[in-house]
């Protein structure tokens, strides 16, 4: 077996069934990598995802589970090992805006499913990541990348505002992470897109946004995956704990 056939080359997307996961789960598999196509509710998102990498010749497999689910998160990581092979990255995609309310108006239950989503999902993923990753150590590693948000420094908009403190949460694992694992030759960076054209985006508050957006656009979720695919890639093998921001100069 060639060093070529045994480089794992399996990439986990979580939240892929749509918006800037869908587009990453693609770009994934254009680079050559065999894709989890993660989703909880839209198994039709995930599947036309999926359907569309194979049909131009890679490798995917949808996979339902909730991220901040620890059993179902176990049970994704088995499928993908015993399915698709040694996992060559994490990319912890999925999260939810919440409630658009202001925090004196926020409601406990709602607030903890923000919380488990966005930031107990994405340790969880990298806890089982991490574990995958080492049992092929002295390979190139592995990486995981998270997709956190602008709002982690600006404190977001107006009613979404334990939103952006769940993406500092997700800078902060980024930087706190990447100094844990790095024995492991594991990198871990973040991306901090600005407004995404995706059915998240379409809240009031955007159109402001835009304004305020040198370029004077929303960003493409393929425009986030080709960071993402950067940061994957051998051409950044010496960045680790970053953060790159995707915003058009916000
Ligand atoms: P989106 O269109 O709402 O898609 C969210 C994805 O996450 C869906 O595939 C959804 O799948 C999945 N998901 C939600 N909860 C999940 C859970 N508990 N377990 C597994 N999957 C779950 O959002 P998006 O705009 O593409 O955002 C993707 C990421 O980028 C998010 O982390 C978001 O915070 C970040 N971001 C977005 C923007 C933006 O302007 N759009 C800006 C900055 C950062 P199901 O429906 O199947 O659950």
């Not at 509710?41 to 036309?48: H, I, N, Y």
């Not at 406990?108 to 995958?132: D, F, R, S, W, Y």
Request: glycine residues 12%.
């Amino acid at each position: 077996m060639t060093t070529a056939q045994r480089a794992p080359r399996t990439v986990i997307v979580t939240g892929a069934s749509r918006g800037i996961g869908a587009a990453i789960a693609r770009r994934m598999a254009d680079d050559g990598y065999a894709v989890i196509v993660n989703y909880a509710v839209d198994a039709g998102g995930a599947e036309s995802v999926a359907s569309a990498i194979k049909a131009s010749g890679g490798r995917a497999v949808t996979v339902r589970a909730d991220v901040a689910s620890p059993d179902e998160v176990a049970e994704l990581f088995r499928r993908a090992r015993d399915e698709l092979g040694p996992l060559a990255a994490l990319v912890n995609n999925a999260g939810t805006a919440g409630a658009e309310a202001r925090v004196e108006d926020r409601d406990a239950n709602e607030l903890t499913h923000l919380m488990q989503t966005n930031v107990v999902g994405p340790v969880l993923c990298a806890k089982h990541a991490i574990e995958a990753m080492s049992t092929h150590r002295g390979g190139d590693g592995g990486c995981i990348v998270n997709i956190a948000s602008i709002a982690a420094r600006t404190g977001g908009l107006p009613g979404l505002v334990p939103y952006a403190a769940t993406k500092g949460a997700l800078v902060t694992l980024t930087k706190g992470l990447a100094n844990e694992v790095a024995d492991d030759g594991i990198r871990v960076n973040s991306v901090s897109p600005g407004l995404v054209e995706t059915e998240m985006a379409h809240r009031p508050g955007a159109e402001a946004a835009v304004e305020a957006t040198p370029l004077g656009r929303m960003g493409r979720p393929e425009e986030v995956a080709a960071a993402v695919s950067w940061l994957v890639s051998p051409a950044a093998s010496y960045i680790t704990g970053s953060d790159i921001t995707v915003s058009g100069g916000r």
